[in-house]
């Protein structure tokens, strides 16, 4: 399935990529990305040749129905790692667990340290329970990665991709063994996201902002729901000032054809 899709991929949006030497050949490292869309995950792996495992949504493996069944062979097929976010903590660990695992058998673990997409194509603050404790409980070298441009793909409510080259930047290794044991120390947690952040803004080139990508996105959801509001209001209010009107002018029309003025119109004639 990998090499299938991977195919696909390469075939069809020819993605340029630099710092391919800087994923080792075999054995445990941590790729960190910056996560601007849905296909990151596709293509990443696609342009490596060992398996790279991500984290995804366990709502991908078990929608019922024949869809349901093709979207989680296909997820199985790229190397994604079902994980029931909904838990809170619980899935937090879940998550680290499943990271630590899959580094523990030598291979490759991907994760994005921002936790969910880019609103708007900028950089956010990493989230430093996952990739930091992954990275110190075992030991695993990270690898910084900048996605460029996938987020051009297939933008929000678009559902043909646009055929372009998007790009990958592979950072050299960042070796965190000087604080090794530490990963329930959460000042070195935050130390050591913070500057694999810095890393990948380095590749990038991004805009940096200091706060949760989560936070931003309930912010714009926020402004755009008060936007609406205002809109509403704006169109009530226009429909009310509207009503007066038509009410003034069918005053003024009754009081144009009041009976006294027609007698005196009789009257003087």
Do not use: C
Not at 44 to 52: G, N, Q, S, W
Not at 81 to 100: F, H, M, N, T, W
């Amino acid at each position: 399935m990998k090499l299938s899709v991977g195919g696909a991929l390469k075939l069809a949006f020819r993605p340029w990529v630099e710092g391919l030497e800087n994923v080792p050949a075999e054995g445990p490292a941590i790729l960190a990305s910056n996560h601007l869309s849905f296909s990151d995950s596709f293509f990443l792996p696609a342009m490596l040749d060992r398996k790279v495992t991500f984290i995804a949504k366990q709502e991908y493996f078990t929608t019922p129905g024949v869809k349901g069944k093709l979207t989680a062979a296909f997820f199985k097929g790229v190397g994604q790692l079902p994980v029931d976010r909904s838990g809170g903590r619980g899935a937090s660990e879940a998550a680290i667990k499943s990271g630590i695992e899959v580094l523990e058998r030598g291979e490759l673990f991907g994760i994005y340290p921002e936790g969910t997409r880019s609103p708007d194509g900028r950089l956010y603050r990493g989230k430093p329970g996952g990739l930091a404790r992954v990275a110190l409980a075992t030991g695993a070298p990270v690898i910084p990665v900048a996605m460029i441009d996938t987020e051009k793909i297939q933008p929000p409510g678009k559902v043909m991709p646009k055929l372009m080259r998007p790009g990958i930047r592979i950072g050299k290794p960042l070796d965190f063994s000087r604080y090794h044991g530490m990963d329930n120390d959460r000042f070195i947690l935050r130390s050591v996201t913070d500057e694999v952040m810095y890393e990948i803004m380095k590749l990038s080139g991004q805009e940096y902002v200091d706060i949760y990508a989560t936070v931003a996105k309930r912010q714009i959801a926020d402004a755009e729901a008060a936007r609406k509001r205002e809109g509403k209001s704006a169109e009530g209010a226009a429909d009310d000032t509207s009503g007066d009107d038509k009410s003034g002018e069918q005053a003024g029309d009754r009081g144009a054809d009041k009976p006294g003025d027609q007698g005196g119109d009789k009257a003087g004639a």
